[in-house]
């Protein structure tokens, strides 16, 4: 059966605000919770965990959960921002996994080593990454944050054979930004892979 895992990122202080006063988890802020439902839809099992310590994450932590729902040739990965950094690493790291479709929004890998500890350390990317997969995709938009694009640059300049999509005015694709809470885009994406 095909499966997807959909990996939130680190929230930002307002996310946190935004979405305590909703009651709603950062699995299922923005678009995230959308795509879930979407998924399932299509007939997708479907892991989007809440990520411990969202704030300060600790990669061995989020692997674990990760880990939690089968990861193979079927499977969609999906990462937000840290999420999306999150499944370069352990993609790098995991140099014998295959996987399905892999699709990165915004993802950010901390290149100042500033505001993620130790989560992005210890491991090199691998150039090869996207061979493993059923194509990696990269959504970007040209008004996102210095600290994103310089990450989308570097994850660019190492990785072969990415695709990229680029979107004008999104933001840092949060419902802040769409001003929505649907992203056909990203579906669309995931259910190329098939």
């Not at 895992?5 to 699995?27: F, N, Q, T, W």
Request: proline share 5%.
């Amino acid at each position: 059966m095909k499966n997807a895992i959909i990996v939130h990122g680190m929230p930002s202080k307002r996310e946190d605000r935004v979405a305590k006063a909703l009651g709603i988890k950062y699995s299922k802020f923005h678009w995230l919770g959308w795509l879930d439902r979407q998924l399932r839809h299509n007939g997708y099992e479907v892991w989007a965990p809440e990520m411990p310590h969202p704030y300060k994450p600790e990669y061995k932590l989020w692997a674990e959960q990760a880990e939690k729902a089968k990861i193979g040739p079927d499977t969609t990965l999906i990462g937000h921002s840290c999420g999306g950094g999150f499944w370069i690493k352990y993609l790098s790291l995991n140099k014998n996994l295959k996987v399905g479709r892999v699709i990165l929004v915004a993802p950010w890998i901390d290149p100042d080593g500033d505001e993620a500890e130790d989560f992005f350390k210890n491991y090199k990317m691998d150039p090869d990454l996207a061979a493993r997969t059923r194509g990696l995709v990269i959504f970007n938009s040209d008004n996102d944050m210095g600290n994103v694009l310089k990450s989308v640059a570097r994850i660019r300049r190492t990785i072969k054979n990415i695709e990229y999509r680029e979107f004008h005015k999104y933001g840092h694709f949060t419902i802040f930004q769409m001003k929505t809470t649907k992203f056909p885009e990203l579906l669309q994406a995931c259910l190329e892979g098939l």
